[in-house]
């Protein structure tokens, strides 16, 4: 049988374990993405001055203009580092939470990695609609966004996104009439893997921390097919 001073112990030890519960360490969100993830979700080292910086006016003609590094890393390469504002109109979405019909029988590191959750926008130039881009919204339910300090801006343009334009499916659909929009966010330069809207320099404004509805205008605009373009994209 126990003695008193054992017993003693043993209640301080329980007393203790019931005062100071063990916090868990493991990480907020389900897992989603693969690919240069930490840029992707504004959780890497530059995420701060990236997201904090004041953002310059520019348009989808200007940026798909741009060169594309040579190779892509898990650091940023200079144009990244940089925030944007400008004016488009969204042409077309999905949401990328299985692999999506343009990766059926591809084997790219696309097509094998888990699906990342991004709405995958499509945006054009509204003065000339034939130059288009991607931007993507992250879930803020996945891992990385969860925990990222834009994540507030993150979930509102989430939300925003869905009211307007609804249920996205998992392969891209024009809109029958297309959203004008002002966005905000920083630049991201993709690897190719078949996705439908892609600039040919790969750019896109990933993720987009603000945007703003205006209106809808014109006629359903259909986004370009991987394809359709010669890209000149970086390279791993």
Known sequence: MPGRK???????????????????????????????????????????AVGDAAPQNTTVTDLIGKTAPAKLTNSRAPLEKERFHLTALIIGWKIEATM?????????????????HDFHLVIADPNNTKNQM???????????????????????????VSSKLGTPTSSVVALAKPWLVEITGPAFFDFIHGQVGLARNCIEIHPVMEIKFLQQQGDKVTPHKATDLTHECGKE
Do not use: H, Y
Not at 19 to 44: H, N, V, Y
Not at 135 to 160: G, N, T, Y
């Open 134 to 160: 991607i931007m993507e919204v992250p879930d803020p339910d996945c891992q990385a966004v969860c925990s990222s300090k834009f994540l507030k801006q993150i979930s509102q343009v989430r939300s925003e």
């Open 100 to 116: 999506s019909d343009e990766n059926v029988g591809k084997t790219t590191a696309m097509s094998t990695s888990v699906p990342d």
């Open 6 to 48: 054992t017993l003693i112990l043993l209640a301080i030890l329980l007393s203790s374990a019931i005062a100071f519960p063990q916090t868990s360490t493991s990480t907020c969100g389900m897992e989603c993405g693969q690919e240069r993830w930490a840029i992707k979700t504004l959780t890497d080292s530059d995420a701060t």
